[in-house]
C-alpha cells in the first residue's frame, strides 16, 4: 500500500499567516492527490485536485504544489474560517490511503 | 443538484449488525461508483473500498474483508454498507463518497457499547 505521511500533525497558527501543509508519498502517485478540508462534525471538503487544481468554489488563497514525491497546501493569508482538520489522500492505487491528517488551530 | 444522503445514527451492542444506507439524487445513480470511508473518533479517514453501481462488483481494503458488504438497491438509487459481527473498533462514523470524492454524505455515526 502507498503510505502517506502528512506533517505537521497538529500547528497554530494567528490570522493573516502563511500556512503550508505537506504530504509525502511513499511511491509515486504523479499528481493523484486531492486535500480536504474537514470541520468538526462535518463530511471532508475537496479543495484541491490533482495535486494543484482549486475545486470549485474554493478561496484563491488556498494553493496545492508539488515537488518530488512531496505534496504541498497552502494557505496564503489565514482566516478565521480556515480552522480545521486537513487530509491528503492518494488515488493513484488501491486502496487509497490518506495522510494522518493536520488540525489547523488559531494561535 | 448532487446530494448524498445517510441513514441515521446507530446504537448497537457487540455481536450485532448493522446497515447503513446512501440515498443518492442529483444524477444518475449508475454513472458513477460509490465508495466507502471510515472515521474513527479523532483520527485520520479510512478508505474502505467501493462498489461499482452499474455492475454491483466490489473492491474492499484488506482491513474490511470479511465482516463489511456493500450493496445497492440500483431502483431506489440507494447504496449500503452492513457490517456484522460488530466491535469495539468499528465504532466511528462512516461516510459514502460518490467516485472522484467530490460529492459526500453526511456521515453516519455508529456506536458499539455493550
Known amino acids: 500500500d502507498i503510505q502517506m505521511t502528512q506533517s505537521p500533525s497538529s500547528m497554530s497558527a494567528s490570522l493573516g499567516d502563511r500556512v503550508t501543509i505537506t504530504c509525502q508519498a511513499s511511491q509515486d502517485i504523479g499528481n493523484n492527490l486531492i486535500w480536504f478540508q474537514q470541520k468538526p462534525g462535518k463530511s471532508p471538503r475537496p479543495m484541491i485536485y490533482y495535486a494543484t487544481n482549486l475545486a470549485n468554489g474554493v478561496p484563491s488563497r488556498f494553493s496545492g504544489s508539488r515537488s518530488g514525491s512531496d505534496y504541498s497546501l497552502t494557505i496564503s493569508s489565514l482566516e478565521s474560517e480556515d480552522m480545521a482538520d486537513y487530509h491528503c489522500l492518494q488515488y493513484k492505487q488501491y486502496p487509497r490511503t490518506f495522510g494522518g491528517g493536520t488540525k489547523l488551530e488559531l494561535k | 443538484q448532487i446530494q448524498l444522503v445517510q441513514s441515521g445514527p446507530e446504537v448497537k451492542k457487540p455481536g450485532e449488525s448493522v446497515k447503513i444506507s446512501c440515498k443518492a439524487s442529483?444524477?444518475?445513480?449508475?454513472?458513477?461508483?460509490m465508495q466507502w470511508l471510515k472515521q474513527a473518533q479523532g483520527k485520520s479517514l479510512k478508505w474502505m473500498g467501493w462498489?461499482?453501481?452499474?455492475?454491483?462488483?466490489?473492491t474492499y481494503a484488506a482491513d474490511f474483508t470479511g465482516r463489511f458488504v456493500f450493496s445497492l438497491e440500483t431502483s431506489a438509487s440507494t447504496a449500503y454498507l452492513q457490517i456484522t459481527n460488530l466491535k469495539n473498533e468499528d465504532m466511528a462514523t462512516y461516510f459514502c463518497?460518490?467516485?472522484?470524492?467530490?460529492?459526500w454524505g453526511q456521515g453516519t455515526l455508529v456506536t458499539v457499547s455493550s
Open positions: 462498489i461499482n453501481t452499474n455492475t454491483g462488483k466490489t
Open positions: 442529483g444524477y444518475t445513480f449508475t454513472q458513477a461508483g
Open positions: 463518497a460518490r467516485a472522484a470524492f467530490a460529492y
